[in-house]
Structure formats: C-alpha cells, structure tokens
C-alpha cells in the first residue's frame, strides 16, 4: 500500500471552502485514476489520466477538478462541494490504461467530510 | 455492457471453515476479473486477477478463485478462514474485447462483507 500515498487522510470542509487532494504513486505507473467510495454502493469511477492526459471523466459535475502535473501526481481541487459528496476517495495507479490485464493499486484514501 | 453482480452483501463464516464469496458478471466478448480486498480505512488490495489459462486462480493470502465460463461466476475462495480475513470484498471485470480496442473501465460489483468468527 505505500506504493500508492494520499493526503490528507481525514478532510472536514465547508461548502464555501476550496481544497485539494494529493496522490502520489512510486510504482513507475504510467495511468492514474481517482474513485469516489459511498457507503452501500459500488465503486465510482471519476476520472482517468494516461501518460498525463486525461482520457476519461464520467460526467463528474465541475466542482471537481482533476489535475495530473506529471505520472506521478494526481491532485483533485475540490470547490463549493455539496453534503452528498461526502465519500471516501480512491486514488489508484496502473501500468496502463490500455493494458487490460494490468491490475490496479489503490492508496488509502481521503475520507472527505462535506458540512 | 459490462457489470457484476455479488449476490451476497454479508457472508459469515467460522474460524478454521472454508469460505466462498460469491461473484458473477457480464460481458460482450471474454472477461478480465480480478478480486480485491479492503481493510477498515485502507484502499482496495489486489488479490488476484484471471486472464487466460487454467481456469482455478491462486492469489495472495491462500486465496483461490475459480472461472466458470458457463455459469459466468468468478467465485473467491479460501480452505481455511482466518479472523484476519475479516474484511470487504470487491470483485471486478473488464471487457476483453473493448479492453483492446480502447479505454475500457475496470468495474466494481458492490462488495461482500466477509466476517470471520473466532
């Protein structure tokens, strides 16, 4: 698991504040990817960056955005959030996005408090 | 399309018993499936994945996991439960066909709370 980091662990915020999630993977992947986990519901995919583009975003409203300075960072700016965005948010890596056999290793996650 | 289905939210399962932790899925063409596991606050661990090859999976931990293409199941097993394996349980598919055609998301079933019972 520490080949995949996230900070802040724990993020109680305002929906007036703006904030800003931190991933970062030592694995030497090249494909990152943010998840929002809600309690008794499937995994949600929000986002996928390839080699530094974006190549994926499943219709994430726009108080979220992503940004991905390099392979090894992926940063997710957050503003205005409503309650119901409160979740647990995954941040994972792979060899590729392409790849389809390649597995994915997830950080631990940013739980993220929205009052 | 391409989903999964884990039927099971809970599975309760004594110390020293087998377990099974019930998966099944849809898919176009053939199906990448992988297992993974969540500890309390941490993220998704990789447990196993099938490709190709012999359909029974082994994995991390003396997990286990068989492909049956006919009943499209992708069960997770252990002989031997562990109170460590305590835990949630995701299993996940990608389309082989749109895998390699394109950007294809890997997707999640639900997951299955294993608990074990000392």
């Known amino acids: 698991e520490t080949g995949v980091t996230q900070t802040p662990r724990h993020l109680v915020m305002g929906m007036t504040n703006k904030k800003s999630l931190k991933c970062e993977q030592h694995?030497?992947?090249?494909?990152m990817y943010w998840y929002k986990q809600s309690a008794k519901k499937p995994l949600e995919l929000m986002f996928v960056?390839?080699?530094?583009?974006?190549?994926e975003n499943n219709s994430v409203p726009s108080r979220f955005s992503p940004e991905c300075p390099n392979s090894s960072h992926l940063f997710l700016h957050l503003h205005t959030l409503q309650p119901e965005d409160s979740a647990l948010y995954l941040c994972?890596?792979?060899?590729?996005?392409?790849?389809?056999?390649?597995?994915?290793?997830f950080g631990p996650g940013t739980r993220l408090t929205v009052t | 399309a391409q989903s999964v289905a884990q039927p099971e939210d809970q599975v309760n399962v004594a110390e020293g018993n087998p377990l099974t932790v019930k998966c099944t899925y849809s898919?176009?063409?053939?199906?990448?499936l992988f297992w993974y596991v969540q500890y309390p606050n941490r993220g998704l661990q990789f447990l196993l994945k099938?490709?190709?090859?012999?359909?029974l999976v082994k994995g991390s931990y003396g997990f286990e996991a068989e492909f049956n293409k006919s009943q499209t199941s992708f069960h997770l097993k252990k002989p031997s439960a562990l109170v460590s394996d305590s835990a949630l349980y995701f299993c996940?598919?990608?389309?082989?066909?749109?895998?390699?055609?394109?950007?294809?998301?890997?997707?999640f079933g639900k997951g299955t709370r294993l608990s074990v019972i000392a």
């Open positions: 994972a890596s792979s060899q590729g996005d392409r790849g389809p056999s390649y597995e994915q290793y």
């Open positions: 694995l030497g992947h090249n494909a």
């Open positions: 960056y390839s080699l530094e583009e974006r190549v």
């Open positions: 898919v176009s063409g053939n199906p990448y």
């Open positions: 099938y490709i190709t090859g012999d359909n």
């Open positions: 996940a598919v990608r389309d082989m066909i749109t895998a390699t055609s394109g950007n294809t998301p890997l997707v």
